[in-house]
């Protein structure tokens, strides 16, 4: 496995770095506060070709593959998180599924604008009795006429009250389980869609986590996402792919915790000495950095896996399980660190520690990671 990087690649990681920390990180704790997010610096993120990085040229986007994306959202992360949460949402949920199973109709409309940044994409797959065990989802699709009608509830759609396309899943026959479960595209605007709560959070803030109801909502047989009932399946590979984004996520936060960390204990002094002369604080750094670089190996193979076209889904559950365990562990660690700093908020490291947390819950939690990854494992 070869991970010298290309021209390309280290052009697309240069581009993130700095945008990450000339606009995003000097802003950080202004996003955090506000709760939201700037859609101005989203747009701009698609001029730099960020939002479209998977999506191929063709459709508007710079054609590039996962080990690219990877690469960048590892430095956005270290940036903000909640706008390193629409590259992700852009180049993996949303445009993964209709570059995959949409119609060349579907993709000419659909892609272009969200590869840009003109217009934001979501996806909607969660429901409030229905998170973990996704095939239980209970919002509907009835056949009317060419199309269908929805009805039912989403919760915890990121960024779905700003989203003009929303790849939504429904049921079109609750007795087949999951193999009625079938993807449709609603457009924002449709009567009978709403946004409903938005959600506060612990961390992720200016990311809207957003509540969505669908009350007679029309889709045109056009915006079916793939063939009837199988969405399930459109869903977990769409899922699959997304958690090598969060363990880039969650790589680009302990890389950044840890920086503040080192940065810190190489300044601060206590007793007459600097913190890194201390054993105990050596030791903390010793670990957060081999954790680290633990982690980089494992979301690089699952991306460089997954770019070739070779089986990835062992490795994406194995990187996002133990980048994001990690990523809490190290933000920890760099708290300590800094000790009563680390907590105060203009020290950054106690928003990383917050945003660390979710990242071994969304896209399949720390525990479902483990069912995939023994289920891959005892397969033969």
């Known amino acids: 496995m070869d991970f010298a990087l290309s021209e390309d690649e280290k052009l697309i990681q240069e581009t993130a770095r700095e945008f990450a920390q000339k606009k995003l990180f000097p802003r950080a704790l202004e996003f955090d506060a506000q709760e939201k997010l700037d859609l101005n610096l ?15 040229e063709r459709y508007g986007g710079a054609g ?44 000419q409309k659909y892609l272009p604008d969200i590869a840009i940044g003109r217009k934001l994409g979501a996806f909607a797959l969660t429901e409030p009795n229905a998170g973990s065990d996704a095939a239980g989802l209970e919002t509907t699709a009835r056949k009317e006429g060419d199309g269908y009608v929805l009805n039912g509830t989403k919760i915890y759609a990121t960024d779905g009250n700003l989203a003009d396309f929303i ?15 079938t993807c449709f595209l609603v457009e924002r605007g449709t009567p009978g869609f709403s946004v409903g709560t938005i959600e506060k959070k612990m961390g992720f803030k200016a990311s809207p986590t957003t509540e969505l109801h669908y009350q007679d909502v ?9 063939p009837i009932g199988k969405g399930f399946s459109i869903a977990l590979e769409a899922l699959d792919g997304g958690r090598i984004s ?33 054993q105990a604080i050596r030791f903390m750094l010793a670990d957060m950095v081999t954790d680290i670089s633990a982690a980089r190996n494992l979301v690089y193979k699952a991306a460089y896996l997954k770019s070739r076209g070779k089986p990835f889904l062992l490795a994406a559950s194995q990187a996002k399980l133990f980048a994001s365990e990690m990523a809490t562990r190290v933000t920890h660690k760099a ?35 483990r069912l995939v990854i023994a289920r891959e494992l005892l397969k033969n």
Request: charged share 20%; aromatic share 10%; hydrophobic share 40%.
């Open 246 to 278: 969060i363990g880039c996520q969650a790589l680009g936060i302990a890389q950044a915790a840890f920086n503040l960390a080192l940065k810190y204990s190489q300044e601060r002094k206590q007793f007459g000495k600097f913190l890194s002369q201390f």
């Open 335 to 369: 708290i300590q660190v800094l000790g009563g700093y680390g907590y105060i908020r203009d020290y950054h490291v106690e928003r990383y520690y917050r945003d660390a947390r979710v990242t071994e819950l969304f896209e399949g939690t720390s525990e479902i990671q």
């Open 167 to 181: 790849l939504t899943f429904a049921t079109v026959d609750k007795s087949k389980g999951y193999k009625g479960i």
């Open 64 to 107: 590039m593959d996962y080990l690219a994306y990877a690469l960048a959202v590892e430095q956005l992360a270290q940036g903000c998180s909640s706008h390193t949460a629409v590259v992700e949402l852009h180049n993996s949920l949303y445009a993964g599924p209709i570059l995959t199973h949409g119609t060349e109709e579907q993709k």
């Open 42 to 56: 989203i747009r701009e993120m698609g001029e730099l070709g960020l939002l479209g990085i998977t999506i191929p």
């Open 218 to 226: 029309d889709v045109p047989k056009e915006n079916i996402i793939g």
